[in-house]
């Protein structure tokens, strides 16, 4: 008698505990199946996480000038950007051809890439032997596009002009970064080489 006395006690603490677990279970449901992803609950601080939209040229009194479009600081350089302080002149060109050299390691990884870049930017006009035959200058579209083992060039000059171009080439600054530059010219020396042996 007293085994099934404590067998029902257990099973009913058993079933106690079940009925419990399944509440817990079903409450959970119901809490989950009432989010909504497209109305977010409560926001505190909402002017942290929306601003507030302002007019580029609207009336502020939030600067002295009255007007929200304000020029950035003096002596700012965009992100990205890096200074050259070779001026677009033929002084300019000279002392870049004499004095600037490049950072990068000479490697092939680099040569590569620059192989790469000058088949998009330089060899329509150039040439892919940098001969100054591209198909721009067999197609008689410019003429006088020089090879490269006629001109006296270093690093600092081919850099100099893929900055500011020069006579009928224009300046390749905006396709191509800094980087970018010092890797063509690495691989215009390199076909220069090739050319004057």
Same mark, same amino acid.
């Given at each position: ?113 620059? /192989?790469? *870049?000058?088949?998009?930017?330089? @060899?329509?006009?150039?040439? #892919?032997? +940098?001969?100054?035959?591209?198909? $721009? %200058?067999?197609?008689? /579209?410019? *003429?006088?596009?020089?090879?490269? @083992?006629?001109?006296?060039? #270093?690093? +600092?000059?081919?850099?100099?002009? $893929? %900055? ?34």
């Amino acid at each position: 008698m007293y085994c099934i006395l404590k067998y029902m006690i257990i099973k009913k603490l058993a079933m106690r505990k079940n009925f419990t677990f399944m509440v817990l279970i079903l409450l959970c449901l119901i809490t989950v199946s009432c989010f909504d992803s497209s109305k977010p609950n409560y926001q505190f601080f909402p002017n942290m996480y929306e601003s507030v939209g302002y007019g580029t040229y609207d009336e502020s009194d939030a600067f002295k000038n009255g007007i929200e479009a304000q020029l950035p600081v003096e002596g700012t350089i965009p992100r990205g950007w890096i200074p050259y302080e070779f001026g677009d002149t033929n002084e300019g060109y000279d002392l870049a051809k004499n004095t600037l050299f490049s950072p990068l390691v000479k490697d092939e990884k680099n040569l590569a890439k620059g /192989k790469e *870049l000058y088949a998009i930017y330089c @060899a329509v006009c150039h040439g #892919s032997k +940098g001969d100054g035959q591209g198909i $721009l %200058m067999t197609r008689e /579209k410019f *003429l006088g596009i020089p090879s490269y @083992a006629d001109r006296d060039i #270093s690093e +600092g000059s081919i850099y100099h002009v $893929l %900055m500011y171009g020069k006579n009928l080439m224009g300046s390749h600054a905006s396709q191509v970064d800094s980087k970018e530059r010092w890797q063509i010219s690495q691989y215009v020396l390199s076909l220069r080489k090739k050319l004057v042996k």
